[in-house]
């Protein structure tokens, strides 16, 4: 595999500030949180590859949220915007991947704890793009469920998530361009 692939993520997410802390000071998701059945629908995910491949993205993960969000802004691979008003949550992760399966499970299970907190009608959709795939992998997040979503299926779903996304990511622009390692301290309340 070249070592120049890189795998992004986008992440937009209605969560209020409380919880959102709470998110922040949780032990990380972990990717072997989800059954065989759970990550199925991820492209590539050959069964017999995918232990491996949730316990490599695992090691990866090591700390709580803010932790892990920290390490990412420390590399300058991470944007995070938050508007406390409107409880409105975009961040980007972009990193190189080196091993393509394990780069996927991780990339999805970054932001997947979110929905352990989410209440009422907080709702998000995370984006998994890879270079070495045209299509993206789709995360939609609900108050207490994760889940892949298959455009064949879900379509409804998924223009639905993607619409509200999209005025997410409107408002969260407007909070200003802090570094995210300030938004993370501003977030804990540091």
Do not use: C
Not at 119 to 133: E, K, M, N, P
Not at 150 to 169: L, P, Q, V, Y
Request: proline share 5%; net charge negative.
């Amino acid at each position: 595999m070249d070592v120049s692939e890189s795998v992004s993520v986008t992440a937009a997410v209605s969560v209020t500030l409380p919880r959102l802390r709470a998110y922040l000071h949780a032990p990380a998701a972990r990717a072997a949180g989800w059954t065989p059945g759970q990550w199925a629908g991820l492209p590539g995910a050959d069964p017999g590859e995918l232990p491996a491949a949730v316990a490599e993205a695992d090691r990866w993960l090591d700390g709580d949220a803010a932790t892990v969000l920290r390490e990412l802004a420390r590399n300058d691979e991470l944007t995070l915007r938050y508007d406390e008003a409107t409880g409105s949550l975009a961040a980007g992760v972009a990193a190189r991947a080196d091993f393509r399966l394990p780069a996927l499970v991780w990339a999805v299970t970054v932001f997947r704890g979110l929905a352990a907190f989410m209440a009422g009608d907080d709702q998000g959709l995370v984006t998994v793009s890879a270079d070495w795939s045209d299509d993206s992998v789709l995360l939609h997040l609900t108050p207490g469920h994760a889940a892949l979503l298959d455009r064949g299926r879900d379509a409804r779903a998924i223009a639905e998530a993607r619409s509200r996304a999209i005025g997410i990511e409107a408002t969260a622009q407007d909070a200003g361009d802090d570094p995210a390692g300030d938004v993370i301290d501003r977030l804990l309340d540091r």
